[in-house]
């Protein structure tokens, strides 16, 4: 489809996304992904991962976009729910969480709400799984990510880079624990909390 949304990004990361999953998810559930944006990762990685059922999520105006990758052959995910993480959250419980480039597009507010309210709803052998970049120790690990902070706040001064230490903290507070902290291309890693 010529007018189907495209991320260059989704497309270069979904096979490292890919691997790590398939290491922390391994036990057939359903799978809550949280803004999942063009639709791209819930398409391709739900094709490569049969065993969960995968339900994409976003907020309305991004539905329709999601929605242009469901007729794909390898498609096996739902259709999307709308989901603002700021309203209402689905029942759940769900087996896994996983989000994608969020947590520094979100102001800090909503990605304590983002925790709290996802994390409510994780089944107790759950994982919650967050990609995307991260400074440790209070610093940029690359200057890459240094000048995309500075894109991000020159958009919206809410937004930017947050600090590993202090999303682990957010999580231990709602008694999940860092399992692992996965390097992955391009500056980015893949957290992964649980019980």
């Keep these: 489809m010529q007018d189907r949304p495209y ?3 989704a497309e270069n990361n979904k096979a490292p996304i890919l691997s790590v999953l ?5 036990t057939p559930g359903t799978l809550l992904e949280i803004g999942a944006g063009t639709g ?9 991962l049969p065993h969960l059922r995968w339900q994409p999520s976003d907020v309305a105006t991004n539905l329709p976009a999601i929605r242009t990758w469901q007729n794909e052959p390898f498609n096996r995910a739902e259709p999307p729910l709308e989901l603002d993480v700021s309203g ?3 029942t759940g419980p769900y087996d896994y969480l996983y989000t994608a480039n969020t947590f520094h597009i979100m102001a800090v507010p ?3 709400r983002c925790i709290a309210q996802g994390c409510q709803r994780l089944g107790p052998t759950g994982r919650f799984l967050i990609y995307g970049p991260f400074n ?4 940029f690990t690359s200057d890459s990510n240094a000048r995309f902070d500075r894109w991000l706040k020159d958009v919206d001064r809410e937004r930017g880079i947050r600090d590993q230490e ?3 903290e957010q999580f231990e507070q709602e008694g999940l624990a860092l399992l692992a902290d996965h390097a992955m291309p391009a500056n980015n890693r893949i957290l992964v909390f649980g019980r």
């Design 7 to 9: 991320s260059q990004a």
């Design 22 to 26: 398939q290491q922390h998810c391994q």
């Design 40 to 48: 791209q990762h819930a398409a391709w990685l739900s094709g490569r």
């Design 88 to 90: 209402d959250w689905p």
């Design 110 to 112: 909503l990605v304590e």
């Design 136 to 139: 440790y120790n209070g610093q």
């Design 166 to 168: 202090w999303v682990v």
